[in-house]
Structures are given as C-alpha cells and as structure tokens.
C-alpha cells in the first residue's frame, strides 16, 4: 500500500514563495515517477510538475516554468514543489502523485494541500 502526505500549503502574497512536500511510504516510491497536480475551484485538475524516479528528468507545466521547481529525496522517500513568484491564478489544491511514467498514468494520490495567493 502507497501512502502520500503532502504539506507545506498556506496563504501568501503575490510574488512570494512556498515550499511543498510530499512525503511517500512503501516500495514503490524508489521506481516510479512523482508529479504535482492543482485543482482551482470550479476548474478541472491539471498537471504541474513531474520528476523521474532518478531525479534526471523533470516536466513542467508552461504556466510554472521557470518559476517552479521539482526535486526528490529517495532517502527522505519524499518529493518537493518550490513554488516562487507566485500569482493569485497559482492558487488551488495541489496534489502529490506517483506513478510508472513523469507526465501521465500517475497511479496514487495524496490528499492534497491548499495553495492561497493573494493580490
């Protein structure tokens, strides 16, 4: 069974940063992929970010590009979302994920987090 927690949400002003993390149990998390999702109210889920199980490769939604990072810690088993510069339109409820392939078919979810920014 693969648990994710994610955490590290909050309410900031636009232009400020935020550091999500997203920690994972059991044997799977080593091999396979994470990404972070968002859903905003009224809007459908949308992917974020994604990493490969290395850590070599990484996938980022255009609306975050350079703005945006996605790291893991095998050894912690946990996945990070450093989020800077940040808009009123970044705000949502992220989700960790985790899954065979970086940017589809993720498998398991957490239960999110709420991401608030303001103007």
């Known amino acids: 069974q693969v648990q994710l927690v994610e955490s590290g949400g909050g309410l900031v002003q636009a232009g400020g940063s935020l550091r999500l993390s997203c920690a994972a149990s059991?044997?799977?998390?080593?091999?396979?992929?994470m990404g972070w999702f968002r859903q905003a109210p009224g809007k459908e889920r949308e992917f974020v970010a994604g990493?490969?199980?290395?850590?070599?490769?990484?996938y980022y939604a255009d609306s975050v590009k350079g703005r945006f990072t996605i790291s893991r810690d095998n050894a912690k088993i946990t996945v990070y979302l450093q989020m800077n510069s940040l808009k009123p339109e970044d705000t949502g409820v992220y989700y960790c994920?985790?899954?065979?392939?970086?940017?589809?078919?993720?498998?398991?979810w957490g239960q999110g987090t709420q991401v608030t920014v303001s103007s």
């Open positions: 994920a985790l899954g065979p392939d970086a940017t589809t078919g993720y498998k398991y």
């Open positions: 059991g044997r799977a998390f080593r091999t396979y992929a």
């Open positions: 990493i490969s199980w290395s850590g070599g490769r990484t």
